[in-house]
Antibody
Framework: EVQVVESGGGLVQPGGSLRLSCAAS????????MSWVRQAPGKGLEWVSG????????YYADSVKGRFTIVRDNSRDTLYLQMNSLSAEDTAVYYC?????????????????WGQGTLVTVSS | IQLTQSPSFLSASVGDRVAITCRAS??????LAWYQQKPGKAPKVLIY???TLQTGVPSRFSGSGSGTEFTLTISSLQPEDFATYYC?????????FGGGTKVEI
């Protein structure tokens, strides 16, 4: 059974940092591009970042470029999102999502499995 | 690429045929997906490549369009279909979502 499970969310002060993790199982993790998508309370979905299966190619939304870093450890079947210089606008539920089929990158391919999300709250 | 969904809110009854439109600020070929999201849950993909039904999704859902204008149609609304629907363009980075359409009774 395919599963992706996020962790690492919590309360952080403005300007602080946090690292999210996404543990994957039930599929060949290294073959699939992955993405992070967030949803602010009561708001819509926002794609944050994506990474190729091998990890060599990364992609970011303009709103997080230079502050967030996506990486993956294929030996541990785990995806990460390092978030720095956090502000109140980054408060959201963060979802990890798997590409529906094997492709070089997240582009062109929808996400078929999503985690339950982890809540990040940026507040003093 | 900006995606504009309309309407933002839709009130309908069980059995109704409903249509949601998604307009892209520039051409995206057919690289568009539709998702359904229920409160407190992760999104679920319904349609990809503008018109291909995801495995396991009921046939009352259908998608059409290409270029800049797309439509998600639910042929006969069921109680479990009351949710928020989002379109997503997968043509270029950054990947973007529409603002969402909430379908309520």
């Amino acid at each position: 059974e395919v599963q992706v499970v996020e962790s690492g969310g919590g309360l952080v002060q403005p300007g602080g940092s946090l690292r999210l993790s996404c543990a994957a199982s039930g599929f060949t993790f290294s073959s699939y591009a992955m993405s992070w998508v967030r949803q602010a309370p009561g708001k819509g979905l926002e794609w944050v970042s994506g990474i190729s299966g091998g990890g060599s190619s990364t992609y970011y939304a303009d709103s997080v470029k230079g502050r967030f870093t996506i990486v993956r450890d294929n030996s541990r079947d785990t995806l990460y999102l390092q978030m720095n210089s956090l502000s109140a606008e980054d408060t959201a539920v963060y979802y990890c999502a798997k590409n529906s089929w094997i492709a070089v990158a997240p582009i062109y391919v929808p996400s078929d499995y999503w985690g339950q999300g982890t809540l990040v709250t940026v507040s003093s | 690429i900006q995606l504009t969904q309309s309407p933002s809110f839709l009130s309908a009854s069980v059995g109704d045929r409903v249509a949601i439109t998604c307009r892209a600020s520039q051409g995206i070929s057919s690289y568009l997906a539709w998702y359904q999201q229920k409160p407190g849950k992760a999104p679920k993909v319904l349609i990809y490549d503008a018109s291909t039904l995801q495995t396991g999704v009921p046939s009352r859902f259908s998608g059409s369009g290409s270029g800049t204008e797309f439509t998600l149609t639910i042929s006969s609304l069921q109680p479990e279909d009351f949710a928020t629907y989002y379109c997503q363009q997968l043509s270029s980075y950054p990947i973007t979502f529409g603002g969402g359409t909430k379908v309520e009774i």
